[in-house]
């Protein structure tokens, strides 16, 4: 017998992340260890059998959907940012996020469990995203120091960032509200150079991006430079 030419799957829980939108969220897992979220677990997976003895593990694997980046036709080839968005590449030489069946993967650290709920941070998945299927990192099979990828051999170059008094004050004041490392959030992604390759930043040009509830705004005084001018309650 022929198998099936397309499987049903659901989630098994939907991530409350700090990432309310897709800029601006690192491109990998880690590059932000202050990137935090909740995945709350949907029935019947919300029950404490379900997370019974994951509290021994320090990293998951999450298989999620990439939700907001779903299409209709596939794409042989992609252009992945990372290379600046003009060299294109075979889909499964990238981690593209348009690519058959949307399905995303990230290593992440769990930091603390709950029945119904997992607390995880150093994440890159936007607020909402369906999660499939949750698995232990498995240190001994999963991490290969000889492994090479002449593609994306190490972590992408980071810029500085530095902060306006005003702002700075702002996150911390927000942080606090919050409980969250809000300032480090915001250095640790913003350092990524969330801003597209193409474009070339001009000094009076401003960005910006919400994380929790807050919105970020900053600016490139110079190349290679980015001060946060001001971190404000979302509208
Ligand atoms: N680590 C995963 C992987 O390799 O499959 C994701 C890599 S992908 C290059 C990371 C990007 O996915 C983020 O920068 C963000 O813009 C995007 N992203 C995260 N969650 C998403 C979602 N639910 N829907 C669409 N795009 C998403």
């Not at 240190?139 to 170059?157: G, H, L, M, Q």
Request: proline share 12%; hydrophobic share 40%; net charge neutral.
């Amino acid at each position: 017998m022929s198998p099936p030419m397309s499987y049903q799957v659901s989630p098994v829980g939907i991530l409350r992340s700090c990432f309310r939108e897709k800029f601006a969220i690192p491109r990998q897992p880690h590059l932000a260890p202050a990137a935090r979220g909740v995945l709350e677990l949907l029935p019947p997976f919300d029950q404490p059998e379900a997370v019974d003895g994951l509290e021994q593990v320090s990293h998951v694997w999450l298989l999620f959907l990439f939700h907001q980046a779903l299409e209709d036709t596939p794409r042989l080839k992609v252009r992945p940012p990372r290379l600046g968005g003009n060299r294109s590449l075979g889909v499964f030489a990238t981690r593209a996020t348009h690519r058959p069946n949307g399905i995303g993967q990230s290593v992440v650290r769990l930091d603390k469990v709950e029945p119904g709920r997992l607390w995880l941070s150093g994440i890159d998945l936007l607020d909402g995203t369906p999660v499939l299927d949750i698995k232990p990192y498995v240190p001994y099979a999963d991490s290969r120091p000889e492994a090479v990828n002449a593609i994306a051999a190490d972590a992408p170059a980071t810029i500085e960032v530095r902060w306006t008094p005003e702002a700075r004050q702002q996150a911390e004041w927000h942080g606090q509200r919050l409980a969250e490392p809000l300032v480090a959030l915001i250095e640790q992604c913003l350092a990524q150079d969330p801003r597209p390759a193409y474009q070339q930043p001009q000094p009076e040009r401003r960005y910006g991006v919400g994380l929790w509830d807050v919105q970020v705004r900053w600016h490139y005084p110079q190349p290679g430079l980015i001060r946060v001018l001001e971190v404000v309650p979302t509208a």
